[in-house]
């Protein structure tokens, strides 16, 4: 029987994945709060932090109770470079509310570092991790329990990142925005996630650009390639919460929809449940989301999981799993819903509703 919370004995990351538990990772924060008014797309910087605290607050909480026991700080793009005198304000703020939420619940706080614009213009490494060291200095003095470097498109600058973060002495993940056609500069995705677990990464995955069908693509080459090089990592994937089949190798980014058209092409909780047993299925441990992914696809991912997990997540309550929830609806052919419940929803085609709606695009770049 599945308890109705999670147990509240709070165990490390790694203790978490080597006892084979399912982590499930909180959604996206800048294109979400993009959308309610708090943060201005460009350099996708996270003042909001300390502008409006009270915001990045309540989506931690939401993506809390929708399953999520990983709180990861808002610090995408919060180095020096990107907000010069207001990085360190940011970065703890960020810790702050991180572990205010965290601490309701089961989670754990993940201090978060990103790619640097200094890494594509002169690649100087001392200089690229210079900055990821001020980040990582905020993180060890508020104690987040583990680090994440994420979206990088260079193996290169991934590993200087995974370098700097393993000087913390706490575990390190470390996720690629790639796709299966691999970084950059052509360095595959198998051959990425060896560099990556070589340089000290414990967990290993991609986050960002690529839909789920696509990252779980290149989930399954990273782990091939780990297999093949005899290595073991426990593996992490993050995708958006968008379908992207038509995207060149700079994924979302380069289609004309970005940013502010993506909605017909956002995934729906039944895609998202789907993706979560898949990513099971292929041996990820830690699921979670990125852009696009707001707390209903992360409660789908708790649900869906939750035989494995032992437990529902807080927001379920409010949720009947397969559409159990319409039986009460007045009208008889959407109770019908609820009888053939998970092949009604699972088989479901959704249209987009958008008369003159190309089925794909074509990218910019």
């Not at 605290?53 to 909480?61: D, K, N, R, T, Y």
């Not at 990983?70 to 793009?77: D, E, L, Y």
């Not at 595959?188 to 779980?216: W, Y």
């Amino acid at each position: 029987k599945l308890e109705a919370l999670s147990p509240q004995t709070k165990y490390g990351i790694l203790e978490r994945l080597e006892s084979g538990e399912v982590v499930v990772g909180d959604g996206g924060f800048l294109v979400t709060l993009e959308k309610r008014g708090y943060v201005k797309a460009g350099l996708w910087t996270p003042e909001v932090v300390v502008e409006h605290p009270e915001a990045v607050g309540q989506l931690h909480m939401e993506f809390l109770r929708a399953g999520a026991n990983v709180m990861q700080t808002f610090t995408f793009s919060a180095s020096e470079e990107k907000l010069e005198s207001k990085w360190k304000d940011v970065n703890a703020a960020a810790c702050d509310l991180a572990r205010e939420v965290a601490d309701k619940g089961d989670a754990l706080v993940a201090g978060g570092i990103c790619q640097t614009a200094i890494y594509k213009q002169d690649a100087d490494e001392a200089r690229v991790k210079r900055l990821f060291r001020l980040q990582v200095e905020v993180f060890a003095r508020k104690n987040v329990d583990f680090l994440i470097a994420e979206y990088f498109e260079h193996a290169e600058e991934a590993v200087w990142a995974v370098e700097v973060l393993k000087e913390s002495g706490k575990p390190v993940a470390a996720t690629m925005c790639i796709g299966p056609e691999g970084d950059k500069n052509d360095i595959t995705p198998g051959e990425c996630a060896v560099k990556l677990v070589k340089a000290g990464a414990s967990i290993v995955g991609v986050n960002c650009r690529f839909g789920p069908g696509i990252s779980l693509k290149t989930m399954k080459l990273m782990k091939e390639g780990l297999q093949a090089a005899g290595l073991k990592a426990h593996l992490m994937v993050q995708s958006l919460g968008f379908h992207t089949p038509d995207c060149g190798k700079g994924g979302f980014v380069d289609l004309p929809e970005y940013p502010f058209g993506l909605e017909p092409r956002t995934a729906t909780r039944w895609d998202i449940q789907k993706y979560a047993r898949e990513a099971y299925n292929l041996g990820v441990r830690y699921i979670g989301g990125c852009c696009g992914f707001e707390p209903y696809h992360i409660r789908a991912i708790a649900e869906e999981l939750a035989p494995e997990r032992g437990f529902w997540p807080a927001a379920s309550d409010k949720h009947g799993i397969w559409g159990t929830g319409l039986n009460m609806h007045t009208k008889p052919w959407i109770r019908a819903r609820h009888r053939a419940r998970r092949e009604y929803w699972e088989n479901l085609l959704p249209a987009s509703g958008r008369p003159f709606c190309p089925s794909l695009s074509k990218p910019d770049s």
